[in-house]
């Protein structure tokens, strides 16, 4: 089957190599060409814009960072990729991005025959690699059936979540949900700093029980170091945020712990902290519950 | 050994009977002395205060609901459990309390000869059935490795997190990190719910990530359901914020996101909730996000 990608990403440039290698003819489009070349030696086509990728493909996968950079890929007259895909082809969108605009795109998509499936995805550029990502599909059933073979080269939990959009409502819990846990870890670290416990056997007491999460198990370690390797960057994590706070507003919905964590976020970022992990929060955690600044005390790492 | 336990509550009534069920000799107190007559039956004694359920006992086991009730178990003038307790014996005190009166417990038995653990635990009701609970335990090695014994017949995950006060310290943590976790999990929900998404799918799609948590796993589905059946007492457990957060201000700490559930489980006890589980959090978020009462719409129980 031919199938286009645009955007060739921490996200996309994988999720490209795992399509090519389960046997699809592929053809690309990166806005920064450089980073389209190495796909050349795999045989893949370099197209010059997403209209000339989408001409031919049966399906078109987006992943770019935000709600106007995939408006642009698929609409931007003269050159977005509607103006090359045909009736009856699918575009999948990987991309994280508002709902309503998802909903926005499946629906002129629709108007020229074109099925939609809203696809963001969980896990990191790793679970990219390997192709074990998360992935919340927003669509019709017959859209979802139809994207199902590809996505099942790129993930492993695969989730219709319901009608165009839905993957995206799921995305945005997601990173509420998340931005959520890591204060609560935070600020019990920051707890057991100010009162003096060692925090490698605070957490090992407490690890097992009702305070585990996936955060605990993985990024506590950052943060006891105060060392936040690429994992996910904090600035995506704050877009993402901005996203689920604007369609909580939109929608009447006060959420006030990710306030909370947004303005922690934007006071890293502007600190310099955008490319850091998402673990990086304790940061904000330690500096407002008047900590110094350094690891938190601890035996070893955990 | 003759083991003395103190305080037959929801906890303290199954760890006294897997004291026993292991062959030691038991002497029992309750303030309600009705609590306290199954025992009888198992051929405990039934003592008339805590220094006459003290007398001879080679460990002593603590567990009631707060500071003072531990401090008074101990040490009210003329039954406190010091008037007859041996130098030599060890007190393990399971209540949650705060770390400085652990610590100020440890050192008056100390100036009697006797040993102190603070060794506060989590795993509920059915964890000291079954033998099961997580124990953090604050107190000196050769304490620690003297209520080993004992210990091991009511937990499985025992950990020496520090001196005397540091098993408070970690239980301090653990509920502040539980009680963001619940937040995070239940403004998750509401978004969901705001967005119109059907909430066991965004549960379904997000739960195999870093969204992760005890609390997803295990209180979603009350949250759902909007139904919160007995599993952690929010009135307990606000007890145990009440304990973090006197902590974190003596300590100069500030832990936003705790306060913020706090107030808002303030709210709910006020409102007749204060015996609903934990999870009963999610009626505040879902009020403070404007949402109406009621279930989160969601296709079946997950």
């Known amino acids: 089957m031919r199938v286009a990608v645009l955007g060739l990403g921490a996200m996309g440039a994988p999720m490209a190599r795992n399509i090519h290698a389960a046997g699809h003819e592929l053809c690309v489009f990166n806005r920064t060409r450089e980073r389209a070349l190495p796909f050349a030696t795999l045989g893949a086509t370099i197209a010059e814009t997403p209209a000339a990728a989408a001409r031919g493909a049966a399906v078109l996968l987006v992943n770019v960072s935000d709600t106007p ?15 090359g895909l045909s009736a009856g082809s699918l575009v999948i969108d990987c991309s994280t991005i508002a709902p309503a605009a998802a909903r926005a795109h499946a629906a002129r998509l ?3 025959g074109i099925g939609c499936v809203d696809a963001p995805v969980s896990g990191g550029p790793e679970g990219a690699a390997r192709g074990t990502l998360a992935i919340m599909c ?3 059933t017959a859209d979802f059936e ?7 080269l790129l993930g492993q939990r695969i989730v219709h979540v319901g009608p165009p959009g839905a993957g995206q409502i799921a995305k945005a819990v997601n990173q509420v949900v998340i931005a959520g846990t890591y204060q609560a870890l935070a600020e019990g670290l920051a707890l057991a700093a100010g009162l003096g416990a060692d925090a490698t056997r605070v957490l090992d007491a407490i690890s097992a ?10 990024r506590a370690g950052n943060m ?3 060392d936040y390797p690429a994992g996910f960057r904090m600035k995506l994590h704050r877009k993402d945020l901005r996203i689920a ?6 929608a009447g919905v ?15 970022i502007a600190a310099g902290l955008g490319d850091a992990d998402v673990s990086a929060l304790a940061r904000a955690v330690r500096e407002d519950a008047h900590l110094p600044p350094g690891p938190f005390p601890h035996s070893e790492t955990p």
Chains 1, 2 share one sequence.
């Open 146 to 152: 139809r994207a199902l073979p590809i996505l099942k």
């Open 254 to 268: 006060r959420i006030p712990l990710t306030e909370l964590v947004a303005a922690c976020e934007d006071r890293l």
């Open 245 to 250: 706070l604007e369609e909580a507003e939109r």
């Open 209 to 218: 029980g009702a305070a585990r999460s996936w955060v605990l198990e993985n």
């Open 69 to 83: 950079d995939v408006t642009g890929m698929l609409f931007a007259p003269g050159s977005g990729a509607v103006e």
């Open 110 to 112: 629709a108007e020229h």
């Open 138 to 140: 927003g669509a019709t």
């Open 224 to 226: 006891l170091r105060d």
